[in-house]
C-alpha cells in the first residue's frame, strides 16, 4: 500500500463549557514519494510547505497549492561554483511573508540556504558551504527566526550558523567536528539550544571583564555552549552546563 504525504490541521470546536482540538486531512500528494519535509504558516490561510520536489504557496489553508520548483534556470548562484548534479535538495522552508522565503538544504552534500523575494519564482543562492564535506551531510536542517526579528540561527551537520540581516549573510558561532547536529530553538537572540543524536547543547553568556587603561573599566557579553544532555560519556568536547 502506497503511503501518501499528508497534510493535516488543527482546528477547534468550541462550547460553553469545553472545547475539542481536533486534526483534519486537508491536503494529500498523489505522489507516494514526494515527501513534506516542513511548512510554516504565517497567518490560518497563507503559508507555505516545503516538499521534496517543490515548495507550495496556499492561500486557502492548505487545501491547494501554487507550486515553486527550484530549477538550474531560476537559481542566481552568485560568485559561488556549486555542484549540480543532484540538483537541489529541500530540507525546509522559512517565510517572512507571502513573498519573501528561504529554503534550506544542500547541493549534492553541500549544506545551501536560497533565498526567495517573490514568492519562489527566482532564488538567489545565500550560503554554500565547501568545508568539511561528507556524503552523511544532509545540509541545513532547520532555521530559526526568535521573535520574527533579523538576527535568525541555522543547524547543519557540524555548525550553528548565524544570521543578523535576515539571512543576507551568515557565520558560524559552533563548529562540532562529526556533531551530529539537526535541531535548533531559540527563545531570543541569546537563548537558544540545539540537539544532536546523543546530546543537546545550550547557549550561556558570560560577562567578561575588559580593561581600556587604568581608569576605564567595563563589561562585554559574549555567547558561549554548554552540554544540558549527554548519554554517551565518551564526548568530551564541551563542559556540562
Same mark, same amino acid.
Given at each position: 500500500?502506497?503511503?501518501?504525504?499528508?497534510?493535516?490541521?488543527?482546528?477547534?470546536?468550541?462550547?460553553t463549557?469545553?472545547? #475539542?482540538?481536533?486534526?483534519?486531512?486537508?491536503?494529500?500528494?498523489?505522489?507516494?514519494?514526494?515527501?513534506?519535509?516542513?511548512?510554516?504558516?504565517?497567518?490560518?490561510?497563507?503559508?507555505?510547505?516545503?516538499?521534496?520536489?517543490?515548495?507550495?504557496?496556499?492561500?486557502?489553508?492548505?487545501?491547494?497549492?501554487?507550486?515553486?520548483?527550484?530549477?538550474?534556470?531560476?537559481?542566481?548562484?552568485?560568485?559561488?561554483?556549486?555542484?549540480?548534479?543532484?540538483g537541489?535538495?529541500?530540507?525546509?522552508?522559512?517565510?517572512?511573508? %507571502?513573498?519573501?522565503?528561504?529554503?534550506?538544504?544542500?547541493?549534492?552534500?553541500?549544506?545551501?540556504?536560497?533565498?526567495?523575494?517573490?514568492q519562489?519564482?527566482?532564488?538567489?543562492?545565500?550560503?554554500?558551504?565547501?568545508?568539511?564535506?561528507?556524503?552523511?551531510?544532509?545540509?541545513?536542517?532547520?532555521?530559526?527566526?526568535?521573535?520574527?526579528?533579523?538576527?535568525?540561527?541555522? #543547524?547543519? %551537520?557540524?555548525?550553528?550558523?548565524?544570521?543578523v540581516? %535576515?539571512?543576507?549573510?551568515?557565520?558560524? #558561532?559552533?563548529?562540532?567536528?562529526?556533531?551530529?547536529?539537526?535541531?535548533?530553538?531559540f527563545?531570543?537572540?541569546?537563548?537558544?539550544? #540545539?540537539?544532536?543524536?546523543?546530546?543537546?547543547?545550550?547557549?550561556?553568556?558570560?560577562?567578561?571583564?575588559?580593561?581600556?587603561?587604568?581608569?576605564?573599566?567595563? %563589561?562585554?557579553?559574549?555567547?558561549?555552549?554548554?552540554?544540558?544532555?549527554?548519554?554517551h560519556?565518551?564526548?568530551?568536547?564541551?563542559?556540562?552546563?
Open positions: 500500500m502506497l503511503k501518501l504525504p499528508v497534510l493535516c490541521i488543527l482546528f477547534t470546536i468550541g462550547c463549557s469545553w472545547t #475539542v482540538a481536533q486534526m483534519q486531512n486537508i491536503y494529500k500528494d498523489v505522489d507516494s514519494l514526494n515527501e513534506i519535509k516542513s511548512i510554516h504558516f504565517l497567518n490560518a490561510n497563507e503559508g507555505f510547505v516545503a516538499f521534496e520536489k517543490w515548495v507550495g504557496f496556499t492561500k486557502d489553508g492548505g487545501k491547494t497549492f501554487l507550486r515553486k520548483y527550484v530549477t538550474y534556470s531560476n537559481v542566481n548562484y552568485g560568485t559561488y561554483y556549486v555542484n549540480l548534479t543532484f537541489f535538495d529541500i530540507n525546509g522552508v522559512y517565510a517572512y511573508s %507571502k513573498d519573501s522565503l528561504l529554503l534550506y538544504g544542500h547541493y549534492g552534500f553541500v549544506p545551501a540556504i536560497l533565498l526567495s523575494t517573490d519562489g519564482n527566482t532564488f538567489k543562492l545565500i550560503y554554500y558551504a565547501t568545508s568539511n564535506l561528507t556524503i552523511d551531510n544532509n545540509g541545513i536542517q532547520h532555521i530559526v527566526f526568535p521573535k520574527g526579528g533579523q538576527i535568525g540561527f541555522a #543547524v547543519e %551537520k557540524d555548525n550553528v550558523l548565524k544570521t540581516n %535576515k539571512g543576507q549573510n551568515w557565520s558560524t #558561532v559552533l563548529h562540532e567536528a562529526n556533531g551530529k547536529l539537526f535541531d535548533i530553538d527563545v531570543n537572540a541569546t537563548i537558544g539550544y #540545539v540537539a544532536s543524536e546523543n546530546k543537546v547543547l545550550k547557549t550561556f553568556v558570560s560577562e567578561i571583564k575588559s580593561y581600556g587603561n587604568k581608569s576605564v573599566r567595563h %563589561k562585554v557579553s559574549e555567547t558561549f555552549w554548554c552540554m544540558l544532555g549527554l548519554i560519556h565518551s564526548y568530551t568536547g564541551l563542559s556540562d552546563c
